[in-house]
């Protein structure tokens, strides 16, 4: 009887565009897209105006750039579209160069995008990816939080009508709206409160429902029913029709590098969520994402939206989440979204022209409401007090100093953190079964010892500035408040996977310290290339290496024994000695 071997199926290649496409799934595939271009439209109405810029940017960035980074992307589902955080950030940085709806603002917002785009593309060829690593939960969660509470005074206002200069700072913003709340229109409040009511109850209700689309339709017929735009309600205004065209901005040298900054916070928020967002969704759904592929997707989506009249394509999580829920596990529903949108913009937008703004106001509140992270804030005040303080910081710089200072001192305090956590790494004596029994951090450590006379100690991280005089100054302690003298100290390398010039010198030093009180100094399961390491420092002159903790704890006793014995053979002759003299004088 012949036996067989039952090989797996591939789970479908990562080049291929609009990878896990099949007649079985392309129905359901369609109909999500239906579902995307029903979600998308609205939202990107409302962020190009958060934006600072006209609603077809908004349609423009839904219509090639989707297109390029389906096509190009290796992540099934990630939806590449303006986002709110990225909206702001937008407004924010543009808004000291020029005029919000002038043409200059418009042309510096491609010109951003285009910029945006080229460092992503950078970051792909370099897989810079891990910089993102560097914005921690706590950091986006401030900061994301920031942006969305300015975000929310403006839309309030939009909701009652109130005029303000949302390109203002957020504390201007929200004195101009409490100043002018005597200006409110009761019809503006009477809509938003119906479509706040509408999208939240209906979403709880039928979350496959496009709640946004139909807040939008019903305000919009109440609207011309009604002759509301005559009684005080602003509506959305006249939709230029047409396709997007190819363009490209025209801008000073000194504009193009006055937006690098702000393109570089945009690309790294983009990374820091887009990428978390795309791994996510193939660990979940058992398919294998390229972030360095998805990087250059993001180049090629922004470089086209720039050429197009979009602006800033960046992971929209929520849109994502969507189509997922809408059975989704391909790039499919983009392109309809994409095919949907250009429909609108060839044959009707004249509908658009009556969309009443406080709807729109509520339809993007209620999707930047949950990017406050009230949720993340009560759970890191509970869980990580320091972690708390750095979203709490991030949120307030985000407020209070403006976007791009915001994204500084995130990324500062990010690394701040960082340094924080590696200066004061895992440093315990281990038992002789290698369990830690005494870590070395603690203000007052019990004097361990691994076997009587010996110390076994493991740094759980590389040895470098940040940790390496913590790293002596924990050793010394070791030795000095040992319950009984210490005549070995081992260092278990196995966690160690690097050491720089600081961490070199701080062991010489703890080396030499330990040599003048007669404390023999050995290592155990040292990896090649530290070994190789230590060697090029000069480190391991009287430094005998093990291959285990039970090694080097064998020859440690194996010295102390042979030291008693010397002792005792160098006291012997000494003692006869004496004798005989003493009988000779006898």
């Known amino acids: 009887m012949r036996s067989s071997t039952r090989i797996a199926p591939p789970r479908g290649r990562r080049g291929r565009p609009l990878a896990g496409l099949t007649r079985g799934n392309l129905v359901r595939e369609l109909g999500a897209g239906v579902t995307l271009l029903a979600i998308a439209v609205p939202l990107n109405i409302g962020y190009a105006q958060i934006a600072g810029l006209p609603p077809t940017a908004g349609l423009y960035a839904l219509v090639v750039p989707s297109i390029v980074f389906a096509l190009t992307a290796s992540s099934r589902q990630l939806v590449a579209s303006p986002d709110a955080a990225a909206s702001a950030l937008v407004a924010s940085s543009i808004g000291g160069l020029a005029v919000a709806g002038s043409a200059d603002y418009a042309t510096m917002a491609l010109a951003q995008a285009i910029i945006c785009g080229v460092v992503f593309a950078l970051a792909a060829v370099f897989k810079l990816g891990f910089l993102a690593s560097f914005l921690s939960k706590p950091v986006l969660v401030g900061f994301i939080g920031g942006l969305a509470l300015d975000i929310?005074?403006?839309?309030?206002?939009?909701?009652?009508?109130?005029?303000?200069?949302?390109?203002?700072?957020?504390?201007?913003?929200?004195?101009?709206?409490?100043?002018?709340?005597?200006?409110?229109?009761?019809?503006?409040?009477?809509?938003?409160?119906?479509?706040?009511?509408?999208?939240?109850?209906?979403?709880?209700?039928?979350?496959?429902?496009?709640?946004?689309?139909?807040?939008?339709?019903?305000?919009?017929?109440?609207?011309?029913?009604?002759?509301?735009?005559?009684?005080?309600?602003?509506?959305?205004?006249?939709?230029?029709?047409?396709?997007?065209?190819?363009?490209?901005?025209?801008?000073?040298?000194?504009?193009?590098?006055?937006?690098?900054?702000?393109?570089?916070?945009?690309?790294?928020?983009?990374?820091?969520?887009?990428?978390?967002?795309?791994r996510a969704y193939a660990e979940?759904?058992?398919?294998?994402?390229?972030?360095?592929?998805?990087?250059?997707?993001?180049?090629?989506?922004?470089?086209?939206?720039?050429?197009?009249?979009?602006?800033?394509?960046?992971?929209?999580?929520?849109?994502?989440?969507?189509?997922?829920?809408?059975?989704?596990?391909?790039?499919?529903?983009?392109?309809?979204?994409?095919?949907?949108?250009?429909?609108?913009?060839?044959?009707?937008?004249?509908?658009?022209?009556?969309?009443?703004?406080?709807?729109?106001?509520?339809?993007?509140?209620?999707?930047?409401?949950?990017?406050?992270?009230?949720?993340?804030?009560?759970?890191?005040?509970?869980?990580?007090?320091?972690?708390?303080?750095?979203?709490?910081?991030?949120?307030?710089?985000?407020?209070?100093i403006g976007a791009i200072p915001g994204i500084l001192v995130a990324f500062v305090l990010a690394l701040v953190n960082l340094a924080r956590r590696a200066a004061r790494p895992a440093l315990d004596v281990l038992a002789a079964d290698g369990v830690p029994t005494d870590s070395l951090l603690d203000p007052a450590p019990k004097g361990s010892v691994t076997e009587p006379g010996v110390v076994v100690l493991r740094l759980a991280a590389p040895l470098f500035f940040a940790n390496a005089?913590?790293?002596?100054?924990?050793?010394r302690l070791a030795v000095t408040g040992a319950a009984e003298p210490v005549h070995h100290l081992v260092l278990d390398c196995e966690a160690i996977t690097d050491v720089d010039v600081t961490g070199a010198e701080a062991f010489a030093s703890l080396r030499d310290w330990l040599r003048q009180r007669d404390v023999a100094l050995a290592m155990s399961r040292v990896r090649p290339g530290v070994r190789d390491a230590f060697e090029r420092f000069g480190l391991l002159d009287g430094v005998d290496i093990h291959a285990t903790n039970r090694a080097a704890l064998a020859a440690a006793a194996d010295t102390t024994r042979s030291a008693g014995a010397a002792r005792v053979a160098d006291a012997t002759p000494v003692a006869d000695e004496e004798d005989a003299d003493g009988r000779s004088d006898r």
Not at 159 to 178: N, Y
Not at 231 to 236: C, H, K, P, R
Not at 349 to 354: G, I, M, N, R, S
């Open 152 to 278: 929310l005074v403006s839309q309030v206002a939009k909701m009652l009508g109130v005029p303000i200069d949302s390109s203002r700072e957020f504390v201007e913003k929200l004195a101009e709206l409490a100043g002018n709340l005597g200006e409110a229109d009761l019809w503006s409040a009477v809509i938003a409160t119906a479509s706040v009511l509408v999208l939240v109850v209906g979403r709880r209700i039928a979350r496959l429902v496009p709640w946004a689309l139909v807040v939008l339709v019903g305000s919009t017929i109440a609207v011309v029913l009604l002759d509301l735009d005559g009684a005080g309600v602003d509506v959305l205004g006249e939709v230029p029709a047409g396709p997007p065209v190819l363009t490209w901005p025209i801008l000073e040298w000194a504009t193009w590098f006055a937006l690098v900054p702000s393109a570089l916070a945009l690309v790294l928020v983009t990374i820091a969520e887009g990428l978390l967002v795309a």
């Open 284 to 400: 979940r759904h058992g398919y294998r994402d390229d972030p360095n592929r998805d990087l250059f997707a993001f180049g090629l989506g922004n470089i086209a939206a720039g050429a197009t009249g979009g602006y800033v394509v960046g992971a929209s999580a929520s849109r994502t989440a969507a189509v997922d829920l809408a059975g989704s596990r391909t790039q499919l529903p983009a392109i309809v979204a994409a095919i949907g949108t250009l429909l609108l913009l060839l044959f009707g937008t004249a509908v658009l022209a009556d969309i009443p703004s406080p709807a729109i106001g509520a339809v993007v509140a209620v999707a930047v409401a949950p990017l406050l992270g009230l949720r993340e804030f009560a759970q890191l005040r509970r869980t990580a007090r320091f972690e708390f303080w750095i979203a709490v910081v991030c949120f307030a710089a985000t407020l209070f």
């Open 469 to 475: 005089a913590s790293f002596a100054d924990a050793s």
